[in-house]
């Protein structure tokens, strides 16, 4: 079992930047890769990014390339999310998720997940 646990979301204007976090605990954090995934009110859970196992490759919807950097801190067994340049349509909550080795875009495809983090940003 993988437990993660996000935080970071909060309030911010259009323009603004954000850092999530996502911290897990249980099996070897440095054998999974991660992703962060989001759902906006009323619409289908998307993936933001993503990162292998060994901090080798990212991976970012066309939506967010550019402005969001996942990285991850395997001393820390923590994966970020830095967002920046937000914009009211990355309103959303958003979760981290973890699956063996290779980041794949495809949220079926991932073990875990957290509870969530809303993020807002207003206009």
């Known amino acids: 079992q993988v437990q993660l646990v996000e935080s970071g979301g909060g309030l911010v204007q259009t323009g603004g930047s954000l850092r999530l976090s996502c911290a897990a605990s249980?099996?070897?954090?440095?054998?999974?890769?991660m992703g962060w995934f989001r759902q906006a009110p009323g619409k289908e859970r998307e993936f933001v990014a993503g990162?292998?196992?060994?901090?080798?490759?990212?991976y970012y919807a066309d939506s967010v390339n550019g402005r969001f950097t996942i990285s991850r801190d395997f001393a820390k067994n923590t994966v970020y999310l830095q967002m920046n340049s937000l914009k009211p349509e990355d309103t959303a909550v958003y979760y981290c998720?973890?699956?063996?080795?290779?980041?794949?875009?495809?949220?079926?495809?991932?073990?875990?997940w957290g509870q969530g983090t809303q993020v807002t940003v207003s206009s």
């Open positions: 249980g099996r070897t954090f440095s054998n999974y890769a």
């Open positions: 990162i292998n196992w060994n901090g080798g490759r990212t």
């Open positions: 998720a973890a699956r063996i080795f290779i980041a794949t875009m495809r949220s079926h495809e991932y073990d875990y």
